[in-house]
């Protein structure tokens, strides 16, 4: 119809928020990161600006994530994050559609607190659409038939495991075991191995950069800076990718254990699809070096990276949204 608002998906990640026009593609990639002002509450930036403060604020200014593991865990905060964004993506006059990602095993509650806060930024209608299966559709699968395509969706908060068939789930489950459990372990290992405190921001670097959970054919190293907790002054080692390994094995094989018991849970018919079709790793975390090939030797089946993993549920998400005009002569019937 003329004059209203674009249609917007949105991934509301843990890490980055990505939104998605309709007719334009993929618009916005920020990192969903808020800096309030204590004393008056007003938000000071939102994104790649307050992410720039992470660890560095005064007293009075907080740079938080509102959310965790996949979820809201600071609803006032997500809800003027997700209204900056929304005026940056959709300068229209009238609200716009939204449909956003939600892992596939939230509670009503965290449901209600989604569509409140999309609301609330001035959406017109909210629809939700779970990780797994926008990573799916991301990723290029045809979901719509009868056969079982496996989706391993690893992000900032939330892993997503589904097993999809006929366009919906048919064996789902989600933990909160993804990127952020991974920089927890590596603050943890260098803590523990080296005597030395690293913020959040060091350890996604050292993550990236050397970060692996299967053995490297040739070992990589990073020079990092922190304090020393033992004299308290600056302090600078050489991090290896073998520590590393030890440092992210615990998590990735949680997710493996995961991926494990979806398969037991898989019906056979559907399990001899994934057994020849093989398993889609999507999401920003399921870049972390050797994950894959971890997988591949835990299960024996065959494991591929989506191209453009980190954008699959944003681009999943922007696909649906050309089916809104269906679900809303559905709801109108």
Not at 214 to 235: A, C, F, H, N, S
Not at 282 to 304: A, F, P, R
Request: proline share 4%; charged share 25%; net charge neutral.
């Amino acid at each position: 119809m003329f004059g209203w608002g674009q249609d917007i998906g949105i991934d509301l990640g843990t890490a980055t928020v990505i939104a998605f026009v309709k007719g334009k593609g993929i618009v916005l990639r920020e990192p969903s990161v808020v800096a309030v002002d204590n004393n008056t509450g007003d938000v000071l930036a939102v994104g790649k600006e307050a992410r720039r403060m992470l660890g560095r604020t005064p007293g009075n200014i907080v740079a938080t994530r509102p959310l965790r593991e996949g979820v809201i865990s600071n609803y006032t905060v997500t809800e003027k994050m997700l209204k900056y964004f929304i005026n940056k993506v959709g300068k229209s006059i009238f609200s716009p559609r939204i449909m956003i990602c939600i892992p596939s095993q939230v509670t009503e509650v965290e449901k209600k607190a989604v569509i409140d806060a999309a609301s609330q930024a001035g959406a017109r209608k909210v629809y939700l659409i779970e990780e797994p299966i926008a990573a799916a559709i991301g990723a290029g699968i045809d979901i719509s038939k009868p056969c079982g395509n496996m989706v391993v969706d690893i992000g900032g908060g939330t892993t997503d495991i589904a097993v999809i068939s006929l366009g919906g789930s048919v064996v789902s489950t989600s933990l909160k075991v993804a990127g952020d459990k991974f920089d927890e372990a590596i603050v943890r290992y260098i803590k523990k191995r080296h005597n030395m405190m690293i913020g959040e921001r060091t350890a996604e670097d050292l993550k990236v950069n050397v970060g692996c959970v299967y053995p490297k054919m040739q070992e990589t190293d990073m020079e990092i800076r922190g304090r020393d907790l033992v004299t308290g002054l600056p302090k600078t080692v050489s991090i290896t990718s073998t520590e590393m390994l030890e440092a992210l094995i615990e998590p990735a094989m949680m997710i493996v254990d995961a991926v494990h018991s979806v398969l037991e849970k898989t019906p056979p018919e559907l399990a001899a699809d994934i057994s020849s079709r093989g398993i889609y790793m999507t999401g920003g975390g399921c870049l972390v070096d050797g994950l894959d090939k971890l997988l591949q030797e835990k299960t024996g089946i065959n494991v591929m990276i989506a191209q453009d993993a980190v954008s699959c549920v944003a681009l999943g998400t922007g696909k649906a949204l050309e089916d809104l005009d269906k679900l809303d002569s559905k709801s109108r019937r």
